[in-house]
């Protein structure tokens, strides 16, 4: 019988940070089957530390992954810490470091200097490139309905995580308003679609067909613009300045789910760096017809426990097969080799 994996879940750094990769219920299958699990202290994520300890975790204060042992594979979501310098672990978790974006190379650096390796969560696919764990239908469905409260002027700052019936309830208490889905046809798409419908609108939905000749006019005749497309090389944009400064455009909100900022794949090139939870909303165009972006990099997180249990469970049963041999985590090995290469330029695909 192959060995089974140690993971290390670590504490998530950012403030408003509060989902987990991996839920009690989910963990405590793992365990039965072998695997060996430590969770970080953390008072932040929506999951007691409780729950962990009754599936059967170990506990390790808040940031001690630093000192864990060579074997200990670091499970996580979102950005690391600054330091140490040197990452001698192999850490799972989105990098965001593939395609050129900001602070990408030092990011590889660190690991290729300490002998870790990232396996990105965005790059571990089946043998047809399809992901196989992703939070894309609730940010997806976030976002929109983000754009849509603040199209009516009900979007409360700064934002605060709730629940989807606490979601929905704000969403069902207005009207009005057109919208155009982006990649209506993915993950994130799907969800988008779903929050408007919740909303009340009939959304205009575009997948592939509809952007390869792209219809401008029909674009800026929206209301409310959700792109929810993942390009892993460069297209011609979706939006560009010129199309915010043209006199007949309707489109008011700009929901860039994808948040593909600093980076040459970026399909809304109008921005250059994204929102966040204190100020969601970026003022794009001023006078009579404004134009704002939201673009906020950890959507799910506003309604962390439904989006973390819907993460585990596709994640939890790829952990259950974490060694070099399984083909999903080979592939991500290889793109991160490929990628922290010192001759690697442009982006990395999908694949």
């Given at each position: 019988?192959?060995?089974?994996?140690?993971?290390?879940?670590?504490?998530?750094?950012?403030?408003?940070?509060?989902?987990?990769?991996?839920?009690?219920?989910?963990?405590?299958?793992?365990?039965?089957?072998?695997?060996?699990?430590?969770?970080?202290?953390?008072?932040?994520?929506?999951?007691?530390?409780?729950?962990?300890?009754?599936?059967?975790?170990?506990?390790?204060?808040?940031?001690?992954?630093?000192?864990?042992?060579?074997?200990?594979?670091?499970?996580?979501?979102?950005?690391?810490?600054?330091?140490?310098?040197?990452?001698r672990?192999?850490?799972?978790?989105?990098g965001?470091?593939?395609?050129g974006?900001?602070?990408?190379?030092?990011?590889?650096?660190?690991?290729?200097?300490?002998?870790?390796?990232?396996?990105?969560?965005?790059?571990?696919?089946?043998?047809?490139?399809?992901?196989l764990?992703?939070?894309?239908?609730?940010?997806?469905?976030?976002?929109?309905?983000?754009?849509?409260?603040?199209?009516?002027?009900?979007?409360?700052?700064?934002?605060?995580?709730?629940?989807?019936?606490?979601?929905?309830?704000?969403?069902?208490s207005?009207?009005?308003?057109?919208?155009?889905?982006?990649?209506?046809?993915?993950?994130?798409?799907?969800?988008?679609?779903?929050?408007?419908?919740?909303?009340?609108?009939?959304?205009t939905?575009?997948?592939?067909?509809?952007?390869?000749?792209?219809?401008?006019?029909?674009?800026?005749?929206?209301?409310?613009?959700?792109?929810t497309?993942?390009?892993?090389?460069?297209?011609?944009?979706?939006v560009?300045?010129?199309?915010?400064?043209?006199?007949?455009?309707?489109?008011?909100?700009?929901?860039?789910?994808?948040?593909?900022?600093?980076?040459?794949?970026?399909?809304?090139?109008?921005?250059?760096?994204?929102?966040?939870?204190?100020?969601?909303?970026?003022?794009?165009?001023?006078?009579?017809?404004?134009?704002?972006?939201i673009?906020?990099d950890?959507?799910?997180?506003?309604?962390?426990?439904?989006?973390?249990?819907?993460?585990?469970?596709?994640?939890?049963?790829?952990?259950?097969?974490?060694?070099?041999?399984?083909?999903?985590?080979?592939?991500?090995?290889r793109?991160?080799?490929?990628?922290?290469?010192?001759?690697?330029?442009?982006?990395?695909?999908?694949?």
């Amino acid at each position: 019988m192959p060995e089974m994996p140690r993971l290390w879940m670590r504490h998530e750094t950012r403030a408003s940070e509060r989902r987990a990769p991996l839920v009690p219920e989910d963990a405590a299958k793992l365990v039965e089957q072998g695997v060996e699990i430590t969770v970080e202290e953390s008072a932040q994520r929506a999951f007691p530390l409780a729950d962990y300890v009754a599936a059967g975790c170990r506990t390790a204060p808040a940031g001690s992954w630093q000192e864990a042992p060579d074997d200990q594979y670091v499970l996580g979501l979102k950005e690391l810490p600054g330091r140490p310098d040197r990452l001698r672990h192999r850490h799972i978790f989105f990098g965001h470091a593939y395609k050129g974006q900001v602070g990408a190379a030092e990011l590889l650096g660190r690991f290729t200097s300490g002998g870790g390796a990232l396996l990105d969560l965005e790059y571990l696919t089946d043998d047809d490139g399809r992901r196989l764990a992703a939070f894309g239908y609730w940010a997806g469905y976030v976002g929109a309905a983000l754009a849509v409260l603040h199209h009516r002027g009900r979007l409360e700052t700064p934002l605060r995580p709730t629940d989807r019936p606490g979601l929905d309830a704000l969403l069902a208490s207005g009207e009005g308003g057109t919208a155009l889905v982006i990649g209506a046809l993915g993950r994130s798409g799907r969800g988008a679609c779903d929050a408007l419908e919740t909303a009340g609108i009939a959304p205009t939905r575009w997948d592939v067909a509809e952007t390869r000749t792209l219809d401008r006019a029909a674009l800026l005749g929206h209301d409310i613009v959700v792109n929810t497309v993942l390009t892993t090389c460069p297209v011609p944009p979706f939006v560009t300045h010129a199309d915010l400064d043209a006199p007949d455009r309707r489109t008011a909100v700009l929901s860039d789910v994808t948040c593909d900022v600093t980076s040459d794949c970026n399909v809304l090139p109008v921005y250059d760096e994204v929102t966040t939870w204190e100020r969601p909303v970026l003022r794009l165009r001023d006078g009579d017809r404004p134009a704002d972006l939201i673009a906020i990099d950890n959507l799910p997180s506003l309604l962390p426990a439904e989006s973390s249990r819907a993460f585990s469970a596709e994640l939890a049963p790829q952990l259950a097969r974490l060694t070099d041999s399984d083909p999903a985590w080979a592939r991500c090995l290889r793109t991160f080799e490929a990628a922290a290469r010192p001759d690697h330029t442009g982006s990395t695909h999908v694949r």
